[in-house]
């Protein structure tokens, strides 16, 4: 560690969630009606719009859905999976009002700046247009494929129609649940098959070699480029074909217990904006821990800690032990300061004028208080119990 925790080494000083995670204050936030601090595992997380991020257009929910979350006019590389951009080239063609004579003519291709990869690649000719109207290729399955999906919805509709009905009914046939089993026919499906289709296996010689050759192809295209575009899967580089790009979604957290927000986004993606953002670095004092303590085998060693207060009123901090053995890893008998400790609230003005009162702030005022002001409330003192991991470091071998 050469300098003080950064944002980036984030388990030296880890705060417990209320579900019983250890997590940095950087992934925490505090409920302020409930006053509890919860993690992203355990809030209910909301989706607010659904947004491209490449063009950042926002649509609802529902149009998403029909365009099966999927932008309109952006494109993924199916080579390497990069945004690809449209590139202007000229082309000559004839002059309709001289046949003779040629004229250029602008006109667009798409091109990957990543793996080089174009849309001339793979066969699909230039427009003239930057958006392109780029068409999509047809999947010959498609009939069937949606009209087992209606039938599947329906059979999804009558299943709940029957799921219904049986809340009212006090007996159960063995019958019913007999062919509920096999509801899709699959099971006799698999069994038959299964009894016609002997697995094979074979036994090799006493001292026989055995040699196995693997050909990959220039042309070939790999796992990753096939998976793209599950429907038609090309196995060739020369059939690649660019796919539209997925949408992104901007969500809302809302705390499980008391279902208030602590994490609400601007609904322009644009915006970098929060209407509410309820998180722990903004409410509670941040630890740090001040390198250079040297530990050794039983030997007393002192550690420098910083707290940093970012609210606007002075904070109180006590500190005490932890009771009874939650199931942490202690390696070392710690002393505690018994004295209260109390930081001076957050000042902007600090950060630029060097001579401001602020450095002559005294830690033993009687005057504190930790306030979390609520909505349409007025502001309140607060106690609030935290328990904190501190990894201070490796202990020192004996003779070094």
């Known amino acids: 560690m050469t300098g003080i925790l950064s944002l980036c080494d984030n388990k030296i000083v880890q705060y417990l969630c209320a579900c019983g995670k250890w997590k940095s204050i950087y992934r925490l936030y505090l409920c302020r009606h409930c006053y509890k601090i919860r993690c992203g595992d355990c809030v209910l997380h909301e989706v607010d719009s659904p947004y491209c991020p490449n063009c950042l257009e926002n649509m609802p929910s529902a149009e998403a859905k029909l365009k099966k979350n999927r932008c309109v006019n952006c494109f993924d590389c199916p080579s390497c999976g990069h945004t690809l951009t449209p590139r202007a080239t000229s082309q000559m063609v004839s002059n309709p009002d001289d046949p003779g004579k040629s004229t250029p003519k602008k006109m667009f291709y798409l091109a990957c700046g990543f793996c080089r990869w174009t849309t001339r690649d793979g066969g699909i000719p230039d427009k003239p247009t930057v958006s392109g109207g780029w068409e999509d290729m047809e999947n010959p399955y498609a009939a069937r494929l949606s009209s087992l999906l209606e039938h599947y919805q329906q059979l999804a509709q009558r299943e709940k129609a029957e799921k219904e009905r049986k809340k009212y009914v006090r007996r159960r046939s063995h019958l019913m649940y007999a062919a509920s089993m096999d509801k899709y026919g699959m099971v006799s499906v698999a069994a ?194 935290h328990r904190i991991n501190v990894n201070l470091g490796t202990l020192l071998q004996q003779g070094k």
């Open 192 to 385: 038959k098959r299964k009894g016609l289709m002997p697995p094979t296996t074979g036994t090799l010689k006493e001292n026989e070699e055995v040699t196995v050759t693997i050909l990959k192809e220039p042309d070939t295209t790999k796992m990753h480029q096939r998976m793209s575009s599950v429907e038609f899967q090309p196995a060739e580089t020369g059939d690649l074909f660019p796919g539209h790009k997925h949408l992104l979604i901007r969500r809302s957290l809302r705390c499980k217990e008391c279902e208030h927000n602590l994490s609400k986004p601007e609904f322009n993606p644009l915006s970098t904006k929060f209407k509410i953002q309820l998180i722990a670095i903004l409410h509670i004092p941040e630890i740090r821990v001040v390198p250079g303590a040297e530990f050794r085998h039983k030997k007393d060693t002192k550690v420098t800690l910083t707290f940093t207060n970012p609210v606007n009123t002075n904070t109180k901090i006590q500190f005490l032990q932890v009771e009874g053995n939650a199931g942490e890893e202690v390696t070392a008998k710690i002393d505690v300061p018994k004295k209260e400790l109390v930081l001076a609230h957050r000042d902007d003005a600090t950060m630029y004028d060097e001579m401001s009162s602020q450095q002559e702030f005294k830690d033993d005022s009687r005057s504190t208080a930790t306030t979390l002001p609520s909505e349409n409330q007025e502001q309140q003192t607060v106690w609030l119990e």
